[in-house]
């Protein structure tokens, strides 16, 4: 099973269970699929995502203003 394909539908049906009926596969083979892509690692990044990205933001409208320090 193709490692993307395990987590993709991890991340739109929510458990190992669901993932596992859905491909007709063991609970056990998803866990691995799953544990190879870094899964956790991702999520974590995914969901700092916006604050990221906000703090970004924040810094370049601090720029646009003419504002630099000194």
Known sequence: ???????????????ID??????????????KSLRNTLWHRILDIEE???SVFGELQSDAQ?????????
């Open 1 to 15: 099973m193709p490692n993307g394909k395990g987590f993709n539908l991890y991340r739109r049906l929510g458990t």
């Open 48 to 50: 700092r995502l916006p």
């Open 18 to 31: 669901r993932v596992a009926k859905k491909l007709k596969v063991s609970k056990q083979s998803i866990s």
């Open 62 to 70: 601090w720029l646009r203003s003419g504002r630099l320090g000194g």
